[in-house]
């Protein structure tokens, strides 16, 4: 029920093109589900976050797409670039006193020039 | 400093031996988080503290690991008698307090037992 469950692993797109990354989960106590980018060497950084009470958010090229219904979220980015390779890794969190993510396995993104 | 500082960057220890990682984070953060990244893999969730609270160790994977944040500011990992499936980088994050917030991380440190 703590499982946050991403695909795919890996994924492998053209520039200009879309990549598309899909995460589920069960827990339906689950309000906080941001996604986060690691370059290699580096920590994750924050990317972008949804709350359930919206079905989408975007900022910039990027996008979430949430379905409460089907308690699934998927992260969108348009006109992929090369330097948008890297390790995408979506998570979940309960409200309340404990703010602990729950992390996908991540997705390994290599964008072609 | 301006992040989360982890030390060591890098740990080689050999196995059986005790190791301690450190984590100091973002000054005023009262949400600390330590994570365990194997090899391609996703983030293993280690152990949460938050403010005074007892901390959340329910994602540490034995005996041999455990945790202490001193005056609710840095925070050190210890691994007793390392195995070689120890072998990963261990990431540390903080928050502000508070749900929802954003979780800053630190570079890691990466440690191999030989």
């Known amino acids: 029920q703590q499982q946050v469950k991403q695909s795919p692993q890996s994924l492998i797109v053209q520039k200009g093109g879309i990549s598309i990354i899909n995460c589920a989960y069960e827990n339906t106590a689950f309000d906080y589900f941001p996604w986060y980018q690691q370059f290699p060497g580096k920590g994750p950084a924050l990317l972008i976050a949804?709350?359930?009470?919206?079905s989408e958010k975007k900022e910039g090229r990027f996008t979430i797409s949430f379905n409460k219904s089907a308690k699934q979220f998927s992260l969108h980015i348009m006109d992929s670039q090369p330097g948008d390779s890297a390790t995408y890794f979506c998570?979940?969190?309960?409200?309340?006193?404990?703010?602990?993510?729950?992390f996908g396995t991540g997705t390994l993104l290599a964008v072609q020039p | 400093g301006a992040g989360v500082s982890q030390s060591p960057s890098n740990k080689v220890t050999e196995k059986g031996k005790d190791v301690e990682l450190r984590c100091d984070p973002i000054?005023?953060?009262?949400?600390l988080y330590w994570y365990r990244q194997s090899l391609g893999q996703g983030l293993e969730f280690l152990i949460y503290f938050q403010g005074n609270s007892a901390p959340d160790k329910s994602g540490l994977p034995s005996d041999r690991f455990s945790a202490e944040r001193t005056g609710g500011s840095v925070s050190t990992l210890t691994i007793q008698r390392t195995q070689q499936e120890d072998s990963a980088v261990y990431l540390c994050?903080?928050?502000?307090?508070?749900?929802?917030?954003?979780?800053?991380f630190g570079q890691g440190t990466r440690l191999t037992v030989v």
């Open positions: 998570a979940a969190s309960i409200r309340g006193a404990t703010n602990k993510l729950i």
């Open positions: 949804i709350r359930p009470d919206v």
């Open positions: 000054s005023g953060h009262t949400a």
């Open positions: 994050a903080s928050s502000l307090q508070g749900v929802n917030t954003e979780a800053f």
